[in-house]
Every structure is written in C-alpha cells, then in structure tokens.
C-alpha cells in the first residue's frame, strides 16, 4: 500500500511566491497543488481535499477573506493558513477569529512556515477522528436546538446542563471517550450563552508540540525566539469576550499548567519574551478522554488545576450506552449521505437496525458515522439490509454464548483464516452467574482476551490476513501480534 503523504493547497496570484513554497514543501515530503486566486482553489477543492489550505489576503476574483469563509462553510474542518503583509496583520487577526487556523507574515521564515504548516496537518489528522456537528429538526427532540442528536435520559442530562451553565461565566469540563461529540457540548455551550456574538477559538492541545504550547496560547513578542519577526497574539487574546475550547486538556505539559492556572485566577498574562501583562475575559471549556483523577494521581496533572477546571462537569455517554438513540442517529445520516454521495436510500431494514443496536461501538459517534458511509456507499438497494453492514456488526447477531456467528453463520471470522471470534461482552446476568464461579477477576480476565481476539481478528479482516499491516492498525510490533495470536490460537491466519 503506498504511503499517504499530506496535501497542500497554496493559493496566491504571485508566481514566484508559490514556487519558493512550493519547492519548500514538496521539499518536506508534501504532495502540493497550486491555484492562483480563490476561483481556481474552489475547483481544484472540487476535485478531492487537501490536508490544508496556505492563502495570500489579496488576490483578484475571489481574495483570501473570501475564500476562507467559503470553506469554513463547506469543509469546517479544513485548516487555513493565511499569508498576509505587514500592513494588513489587523485582518489577519480577524481572519483568525472567523475560524482560519493561523497566519504568517510576509517574508516568512522557512522554519516558522515548516512548523505552522506541520501543525495544521496534525490538526486535520485529529479532526477526522472527532464527530461532526449532528443537525436535526427542532421537532425531532430535546437536542434539536442544540445542535445535537439524542432523546434518551443520558443525553436529557446532558442537555439540562448546558441550558443551565450556557449563559454563565463558568469554566466547564467535559469528559468522555472520544468521538461522543464533545466538541458539540463545547459549541452548544458557546451558541447559546451571552458570548454567542464573539469568537469562539479552539485549540487541541494534542497537536501542539510540547515546546510551542506557550507562544499558542499565550502569542509572542518580536525577537522573542528565532523566527519571531513580528509579535503575535495568542489563542487567549484571539478569544478576548469570547470562548476558548481546550480540546484534549490532558496533553497540556506539566510546567505549562501553571501558567494556564494563573490565567484562570487571575485573569491576566504575559506574551512569550514580553513584559507587560494582558488582561483577557475569556470563557473556558476544556475536554479530556482521559482519567483526570488518575492523573492527579500519578503527578502528571495538577490538583490544583483540575479542581479549577472542574468547576462544572459535563459528562458524554458511550453510544452502547445509549442503544435507543442510534435509530435517531442512523436516520440523520442517512440523510446526511444520501445528500453528500447523491445515493436515495429511503430507510433501513429492522434486522440492520438491530445489529445496529446491539453493537458495542468503541469508536461511538464517529465509528457508526463511517461505517454508515461505507454502508451507504456501496448499498445497491434503496434500503440498507443487514448484509450491507461490515462483518464485525453483522456478527452481533445471532451469537451463542460460545462463539459470535461469522457472515457464513459459521461462528468463523472471514479473512482471518477460519480462527473463531470470541464471543461480545456478557449480560450483567451472565457476569453474576460468572462471578460465582471464579470471581471478578476471572470475568475480566475472560472478556479481556475477548476483546483481544476480536479487535486481532479485525484487523486482519482489514487488511486481508497480513500480519504486519494488522499490526500497524493495532499500533503494536509485528512480533507482539504475532505472539498474541499464538497465545489466542490465530498463528494459522498468517
């Protein structure tokens, strides 16, 4: 399989400008295009996605402020680095708070532009794992006006939170495992307090490097480092009246958290090699697959600053559980791709609904957004069927204590050299009944080389039984899973 390599749009009227950054790029390992003005960017967009977009302000036809705003309109999660002049670093900073992701000034230098250019790519590589912003009619429930999907009482909590504490000052925290749409608690909260009107700034701190953490939240002064050949404001003065959303807060290092700290009590910094203290009013959200309290704990993260951000708690519920809202779920994807993939599928059969429903969903949200995609794509019917639905779904069906059924009803996972798949996780019915007999460690001793088979067993499905790009899908070496599927009795699938 050959290597992906990240794409960038460079979109300026000056040639030379976009051949000195193009050879850059290219240079670092980018594949690159190239477009003279906004027009010609929109059609080349027409024809597949960059991984980021670099666009000069001033430009004839369509200029840089334009074709930001048509593309946070049409690909929200594309990063857009805008070039720009001295004299126009005013609209450069407007162009951040309307949602572009950074801003270089001309004559750039190389190492700022290879560094910014690097952390948008990270960006985008994040952002494809979290959800969408899910939309419903105002008559389809609870959530409608807030921009989200959900009528069941895990999503009613949720809900009540926001409408309680979107109005107020409050820093909130948001947890859960990723892809349940925690962004979309942090938009709600921002759409629907008195801050609505101003900007609402994101940052993941997952995509940061550790030792520009600092300059991004808090900007820089001219000379500050090598490189800094103008001062720059932070994510903190960008979202001065507004919202900043600390996305993925665990990551923040632990000598950053400090500072972070001060700004939340006292309301005030300094810019990286300045002297003079900023004074913001900024609303904080931040969000955290992680186990905070265990952190704490460790020493990776400070008690101090967890209390602080913990001042209102926002919960997002697994998808398994809440299996009654996947209905509501499917049919606004459905919608969503019929629209996007100009397919007409006009509803989907109970039996897939069921195996819907019963599927565990580790990825939650995000996981069933893309496996309806897939399904949607390829569907040659105008109603989804339970056979349109990927292996590891339909297998949630009909399955025996013992063994889950494959697609051939054989219990044998196709792909995987006819190696059984481990049975789903046990009822609390089963997990008594098993906990009699041998104790709470042995169920989880049980359902953990359940889910080891069965996450292996995918992962070769995916990849047509090869060992080494399993592997890599797995995120360990080729000799851990080849030892692991010896211990699981998988070896005969290499």
Not at 14 to 23: D, I, S, Y
Not at 66 to 90: E, F, K, N, S
Not at 98 to 104: K, R, S
Not at 186 to 202: E, N, T, W
């Given at each position: 399989?050959?290597?992906?390599?990240?794409?960038?749009?460079?979109?300026?009227?000056?040639?030379?400008?976009?051949?000195?950054?193009g050879a850059m790029l290219r240079r670092e390992g980018f594949e690159v295009r190239e477009a003279a003005d906004g027009e010609a960017a929109m059609e080349l967009l027409s024809e597949g996605r960059p991984d980021a977009v670099i666009t000069d302000l001033r430009m004839p036809r369509l200029d840089g402020m334009g074709l930001l705003r048509r593309l946070l309109a049409q690909h929200a999660?594309?990063?857009?680095?805008?070039?720009?002049?001295?004299?126009?670093?005013?609209?450069?900073?407007?162009?951040?708070?309307?949602?572009?992701?950074?801003?270089?000034?001309?004559?750039?230098?190389?190492?700022?532009?290879?560094?910014?250019?690097?952390?948008?790519?990270?960006?985008?590589?994040?952002?494809?794992?979290?959800?969408?912003?899910?939309?419903?009619?105002?008559?389809?429930?609870?959530?409608?006006?807030?921009?989200?999907?959900?009528?069941?009482?895990?999503?009613?909590?949720?809900?009540?939170?926001?409408?309680?504490?979107?109005?107020?000052?409050?820093?909130?925290?948001?947890?859960?495992?990723?892809?349940?749409?925690?962004?979309?608690?942090?938009?709600?909260?921002?759409?629907?307090?008195?801050?609505?009107?101003?900007?609402?700034?994101?940052?993941?701190?997952?995509?940061?490097?550790?030792?520009?953490?600092?300059?991004?939240?808090?900007?820089?002064?001219?000379?500050?480092?090598?490189?800094?050949?103008?001062?720059?404001?932070?994510?903190?003065?960008?979202?001065?009246?507004?919202?900043?959303?600390?996305?993925?807060?665990?990551?923040?290092?632990?000598?950053?958290?400090?500072?972070?700290?001060?700004?939340?009590?006292?309301?005030?910094?300094?810019?990286?090699?300045?002297?003079?203290?900023?004074?913001?009013?900024?609303?904080?959200?931040?969000?955290?697959?992680?186990?905070?309290?265990?952190?704490?704990?460790?020493?990776?993260?400070?008690?101090?600053?967890?209390?602080?951000?913990?001042?209102?708690?926002?919960?997002?519920?697994?998808?398994?559980?809440?299996?009654?809202?996947?209905?509501?779920?499917?049919?606004?994807?459905?919608?969503?791709?019929?629209?996007?993939?100009?397919?007409?599928?006009?509803?989907?059969?109970?039996?897939?609904?069921?195996?819907?429903?019963?599927?565990?969903?580790?990825?939650?949200?995000?996981?069933?957004?893309?496996?309806?995609?897939?399904?949607?794509?390829?569907?040659?019917?105008?109603?989804?069927?339970?056979?349109?639905?990927?292996?590891?779904?339909?297998?949630?069906?009909?399955?025996?204590?013992?063994?889950?059924?494959?697609?051939?009803?054989?219990?044998?996972?196709?792909?995987?050299?006819?190696?059984?798949?481990?049975?789903?996780?046990?009822?609390?019915?089963?997990?008594?009944?098993?906990?009699?007999?041998?104790?709470?460690?042995?169920?989880?001793?049980?359902?953990?080389?359940?889910?080891?088979?069965?996450?292996?067993?995918?992962?070769?499905?995916?990849?047509?039984?090869?060992?080494?790009?399993?592997?890599?899908?797995?995120?360990?070496?080729?000799?851990?899973?080849?030892?692991?599927?010896?211990?699981?009795?998988?070896?005969?699938?290499?």
């Amino acid at each position: 399989m050959a290597e992906h390599h990240p794409e960038i749009l460079i979109v300026d009227d000056e040639v030379n400008v976009r051949r000195v950054l193009g050879a850059m790029l290219r240079r670092e390992g980018f594949e690159v295009r190239e477009a003279a003005d906004g027009e010609a960017a929109m059609e080349l967009l027409s024809e597949g996605r960059p991984d980021a977009v670099i666009t000069d302000l001033r430009m004839p036809r369509l200029d840089g402020m334009g074709l930001l705003r048509r593309l946070l309109a049409q690909h929200a999660d594309l990063p857009v680095i805008i070039i720009t002049a001295h004299g126009t670093v005013d609209t450069a900073v407007e162009a951040l708070k309307a949602g572009a992701f950074d801003y270089i000034i001309k004559p750039f230098e190389q190492d700022e532009m290879r560094a910014v250019v690097r952390k948008a790519v990270n960006h985008r590589a994040l952002a494809r794992r979290d959800a969408r912003p899910l939309v419903l009619d105002a008559s389809a429930g609870w959530g409608a006006k807030l921009g989200m999907i959900g009528d069941g009482p895990e999503m009613r909590a949720v809900y009540e939170i926001i409408e309680k504490v979107a109005a107020s000052p409050t820093t909130v925290l948001i947890t859960g495992e990723s892809g349940t749409g925690k962004e979309l608690v942090a938009k709600a909260l921002h759409r629907h307090g008195d801050r609505a009107q101003s900007p609402f700034i994101k940052i993941n701190c997952a995509a940061i490097p550790k030792d520009l953490m600092e300059s991004e939240l808090f900007g820089y002064e001219r000379g500050a480092f090598t490189g800094a050949v103008s001062s720059k404001p932070g994510r903190f003065e960008l979202a001065n009246g507004g919202t900043l959303f600390l996305d993925e807060i665990g990551e923040i290092p632990v000598e950053m958290q400090v500072k972070l700290l001060r700004v939340l009590q006292e309301g005030e910094f300094e810019r990286v090699g300045g002297l003079q203290s900023i004074h913001v009013d900024v609303r904080l959200v931040a969000a955290t697959n992680r186990d905070l309290e265990a952190e704490v704990a460790s020493g990776a993260f400070r008690e101090d600053l967890y209390y602080r951000l913990n001042v209102v708690r926002v919960t997002m519920p697994a998808l398994r559980a809440r299996p009654a809202d996947i209905p509501l779920l499917v049919a606004h994807f459905v919608e969503k791709f019929n629209q996007r993939l100009g397919k007409s599928i006009d509803g989907v059969e109970d039996g897939a609904v069921a195996a819907l429903k019963a599927y565990a969903w580790p990825g939650n949200i995000r996981e069933l957004e893309n496996v309806m995609e897939r399904t949607i794509l390829f569907a040659e019917d105008t109603r989804l069927r339970l056979e349109d639905l990927p292996a590891e779904i339909r297998r949630t069906l009909g399955a025996g204590p013992g063994a889950a059924a494959g697609a051939d009803g054989t219990g044998a996972a196709p792909g995987a050299g006819g190696a059984a798949l481990a049975a789903p996780l046990l009822s609390i019915e089963e997990m008594a009944r098993a906990g009699a007999a041998g104790g709470m460690k042995q169920i989880v001793r049980d359902a953990t080389v359940r889910l080891e088979r069965d996450l292996i067993v995918r992962a070769l499905e995916e990849t047509g039984g090869n060992v080494t790009h399993a592997a890599k899908k797995l995120g360990i070496s080729r000799k851990s899973l080849q030892t692991k599927m010896k211990e699981l009795g998988l070896r005969e699938a290499e």
